[in-house]
């Protein structure tokens, strides 16, 4: 019996906790790794084969692309002539984030794929070049992205992230828990990332004091995340999420995800992400995010908490 080898890899989805928006114009942002991420299987195969039950699936035989696959199958094309191969793959994805919602479904995907793709054809990719090779992906579904997604799914753990720079990690003692409220409404980021960028023709003066005021209260995030002083944190992503709000990004039902987080007794809570749907996230005081999660469940809102794991991509082979 012929065995065959099985590559996966993983890759974790995110949330922004300060910068998002702001990062596309230079300023830090402050993002960690979530226990939610993108699995993908690959294998040596004589075409380019994508499975996927979310995104569709893609045979190039077939030659059409749905759309949804598109940015995926050009990473996969960019991976290949990258490693220098002439063969196929066959590729099946799959994800336990839901798609256009601000977690980095996207993002996880692409890393995952090109991680898989290359080790399918051992080769290993330097952090460096997997954030490359999956930035092909992102420009296609995002246009303008920042890349904070990629570095996130490729790094893992907390990152403060400037467009050009190497992300800087964080370290935390502690984990810190934070509260994800899905509004179950999908939104485009690149739609969002145009509309935020108008702002800058409309009121030049006030976006540029206000990524340098992104930038400082960035900072000042990251330190009071390190050093657990959730009260300092959980006023900053307010602000975050008023300034945010006043430029359009937030929706009725966000701000009601919000005001009920505040409610129940969160210290602080911002939309996460591009906004125009998605997600929020929510800063429970210390040991509360259970009793918060819950209630929140209670009034119906789709709530869970994350755990922030450290490991970015990971890949395995099985043998079957
Ligand atoms: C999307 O997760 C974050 C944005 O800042 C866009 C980007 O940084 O590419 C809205």
């Known amino acids: 019996m012929k065995l065959i080898l099985k590559i996966f890899a993983k890759a974790p989805g995110k949330i922004i906790i300060t910068g998002e928006h702001f990062v596309v114009h230079g300023s830090l942002a402050l993002a960690t790794a979530i226990d939610k991420g993108a699995l993908v299987q690959a294998e040596a195969f004589e075409d380019i084969e994508i499975l996927s039950k979310a995104l569709g699936s893609y045979s190039s035989k077939k030659r059409q692309v749905p759309l949804s696959l598109k940015p995926t199958l050009e990473a996969i094309k960019a991976t290949l002539e990258f490693i220098g191969e002439k063969k196929g793959v066959r590729v099946m994805i799959d994800s336990d984030l839901p798609v256009s919602s601000g977690l980095g479904s996207s993002s996880a995907v692409a890393v995952a794929t090109v991680a898989a793709v290359a080790s399918t054809l051992d080769h290993e990719l330097s952090p460096e070049e997997m954030v490359n090779l999956a930035m092909v992906s992102e420009r296609i579904t995002h246009g303008r992205p920042s ?29 810190v828990e934070f509260i994800v409220c899905h509004s179950g409404i999908e939104h485009r980021t690149s739609k969002m990332v145009s509309k935020f960028s108008e702002m800058k023709k409309l009121y030049p003066n006030l976006f540029t004091s206000l990524v340098a005021s992104s930038n400082y209260f960035t900072e000042k995030a990251a330190f009071a995340l390190m050093n657990r002083d959730l009260t300092t944190l959980g006023a900053i992503m307010n602000f975050f999420h008023s300034v945010l709000s006043n430029f359009g990004m937030s929706t009725r039902e966000l701000d009601q995800l919000i005001e009920k987080a505040l409610e129940a007794g969160c210290i602080g809570a911002k939309l996460t992400g591009a906004g125009g749907g998605g997600c929020i996230i929510a800063l429970p005081k210390s040991g509360e995010a259970r009793v918060v999660a819950e209630s929140l469940k209670r009034k119906g809102i789709d709530a869970s908490i994350v755990k922030l794991p450290l490991e970015g991509v990971k890949v395995w082979q099985e043998k079957s």
């Open 147 to 175: 890349g904070i997604d990629v570095n996130v799914a490729v790094y893992g753990g907390v990152i403060l992230f400037k467009i050009g720079e190497k992300p800087r990690q964080i370290k935390l003692d502690k984990d």
